[in-house]
């Protein structure tokens, strides 16, 4: 999802105050050895904290290695940056950046270290390394963690109604209509805030997959389409169905994230099609949103099949022109280490499992992290489409928005998708469109 991570905790804040113009690509190692690394980060609230901490430790424990770190602006703006300082040889030693499809816009293979086979990834788990892989060769390592990208629901709800989570789309739509009953909101919708209203689509992938499991691969191949391929069409006909049932709050048109959230938190609404990482935020200001907020993966049509659909975590990667290969090479090896993690998790509360073997949520996890967990231990999880193909059409919030609000048929809304993905993919050069 192009605008989803970007949105969360937009406050500005700055690590170490560095020049623009002191880091491009780093400076050669000082007489005594010690070297200085450039480090460039998106200025969100939640990466600002989590590369903090990631330098620290690592500092901590390399004493003659120094981080300098800068941020840039999230969003298109920074996407732009970061295409324009490595496309001139200008990035950072080391920089954050989105794992999945944005990457591959990037052309890894030209401007970043290809970290294929290196002891860097030994504890990199398995299931990551396609998010960060182009031409079969890998080029980065998990920073942050997993998201879940599904329904968040109130378990005192749940718990008060005597419900339980549902496996299946039709036990979904009942456990709604027992809530609407009881005169709680169902769904929570928020299209105010228009990315919002992809959820029901993009997390409806685990869905896809099972049902049509070479869908991303043809997908991208131009073979199938959303309209014509009635899993994939699910997603639409979801974000169709809790509208035209008035399972949705008043003014969900003007409704933001954040409102939606705090409604989730009070108790005012039962579910919220949305990501684990919207969390942080609303628990810092009540903290019982931490244990009363469960997740579950969006339900499909087969309870035996039941699973959910992940964000991969954004990656750290080296610079192909940076001076200083060795030193970055530890930093990455040290983020993707359990010790790493560790020191994440002490300033950042986790909303998901981390991609590195050997870590471990805390005891104290928030509720829908540990709910996460359970899918990934279990197997039953699969990756946003965004992460297994670079087919990402920018118009899916505005149709996704007019289909939930009962303006455009399901079905159609599929099909002007299918046109959205298509321009992009002729711009990428895919074979097939």
């Known amino acids: 999802m192009k605008t989803s991570h970007r949105t969360f905790g937009a406050a500005l804040a700055v690590l170490t105050t560095a ?15 010690s070297v200085t690394l450039s480090f460039l980060v998106d200025n969100s609230q939640g990466t600002v904290s989590t590369a903090k901490a990631l330098t620290d430790a690592f500092m901590q424990a390399n004493p003659k290695i120094k981080i300098e770190t800068e941020t840039r602006p999230g969003g298109s703006e920074g996407d732009n940056i970061v295409k324009t300082r490595l496309s001139t040889g200008d990035m ?26 290196d002891p860097v990834l030994a504890t990199v788990q398995k299931d990551f390394l396609p998010s960060v892989t182009q031409g079969g060769k890998a080029f980065g390592v998990p920073a942050g963690t997993v998201t879940g990208g ?51 689509v993009l997390g409806d992938y685990f869905n896809v997959q099972a049902a049509a499991p070479a869908f991303a691969a043809d997908y991208t191949a131009g073979k199938v389409k959303f309209a014509g391929t009635p899993a994939a069409q ?52 009540m903290p019982q949103a931490g ?23 954004a990656a750290v990667y080296a610079a192909k022109t940076t001076k200083n290969l060795d030193a970055a090479k530890k930093f990455l090896a040290f983020v993707a280490s ?15 499992p981390y991609r590195i073997e050997g870590s471990k949520l805390p005891d104290n996890a928030i509720q829908a992290a540990k709910d996460l ?22 118009s899916l919030e505005q149709i996704t928005v007019a289909v939930g609000s009962g303006l455009t048929p399901p079905a159609e809304g599929a099909a002007q998708y299918d046109k959205d993905v298509e321009k992009q993919a002729k711009q990428l050069g895919l074979a097939g469109w």
């Open 92 to 117: 950072s030693d080391v920089f954050w950046y989105n794992s999945g499809s944005l990457l591959q816009a990037l052309n890894p293979g030209q401007t970043m270290v290809d970290l294929t086979g």
């Open 19 to 33: 020049v623009l113009t002191s880091c491009g690509s780093g400076s050669e190692p000082a007489a005594d050895g």
């Open 150 to 200: 599904g329904i968040l629901y109130n378990r005192k709800i749940y718990e008060q109604l005597g419900l339980q989570v549902p496996k299946t789309w039709a036990d979904f739509m009942a456990n709604n209509e027992k809530i609407k009953a009881a005169k709680i909101t169902p769904v929570i919708t928020t299209f105010k805030d228009t990315w919002t209203s992809q959820l029901f």
């Open 373 to 394: 967990q359970v899918y990934i231990d279990e197997g039953k999880s699969a990756p946003a489409l965004e992460f297994l193909s670079p087919v990402k059409g920018p």
């Open 338 to 352: 359990p010790a790493a993690a560790d020191a994440v998790t002490k300033a950042v509360q986790p909303t998901g």
């Open 291 to 313: 244990t009363d907020i469960g997740f579950f993966g969006i339900p499909g049509d087969d309870a035996a099949k039941n699973g959910a659909t992940i964000w991969e975590p």
């Open 234 to 285: 699910a997603g639409f006909q979801h974000l169709a169905d809790v509208h035209a049932k008035g399972y949705v709050n008043e003014g969900f048109g003007s409704a933001t994230n954040d409102q939606g959230i705090k409604m989730l938190a009070e108790g005012k609404g039962a579910h919220y099609a949305m990501l684990s990482s919207a969390l942080p935020p609303v628990i810092a200001t």
